[in-house]
């Protein structure tokens, strides 16, 4: 049985930091692309950051870049998603997922396997 399991979220004052975690079970994690996602409400599940499955390259959304920091540790299985000067905008639902052999995708639809989330609150 496949299981992502999200942690890190909860409540942060604009300008404060996050590190979130998705520990992964039931995969060979090493062969998996990972991918964080996020879901506002009433929004589009959009794309966060990628890292690769071999080469542990990364990708990010532009308005990420230079905040959003993605790694993974395969001994772990776990990938991780270090977030900085976060904004009242980024306040949403982050989700990650594992794509068998990726690239590092932006399109959701390409990814096999889904957390349940974890809540990330930014107050003003």
């Known amino acids: 049985q496949v299981q992502l399991v999200e942690s890190g979220g909860g409540l942060v004052q604009a300008g404060g930091s996050l590190r979130l975690s998705c520990a992964a079970s039931?995969?060979?994690?090493?062969?998996?692309?990972m991918g964080w996602f996020r879901q506002a409400p009433g929004k589009e599940r959009e794309f966060v950051a990628a890292?690769?499955?071999?080469?542990?390259?990364?990708y990010y959304k532009d308005s990420m870049k230079g905040r959003f920091t993605i790694s993974r540790d395969n001994a772990k299985n776990t990938v991780y998603l270090q977030m900085n000067s976060l904004k009242p905008e980024d306040m949403a639902v982050y989700y990650c997922?594992?794509?068998?052999?990726?690239?590092?995708?932006?399109?959701?639809?390409?990814?096999?396997?889904w957390g349940q989330g974890t809540q990330v609150t930014v107050s003003s």
């Open positions: 890292i690769t499955w071999r080469s542990g390259r990364t």
């Open positions: 997922a594992a794509d068998l052999y990726g690239l590092g995708s932006a399109n959701r639809y390409e990814y096999d396997y």
């Open positions: 039931g995969i060979t994690f090493s062969n998996y692309a």
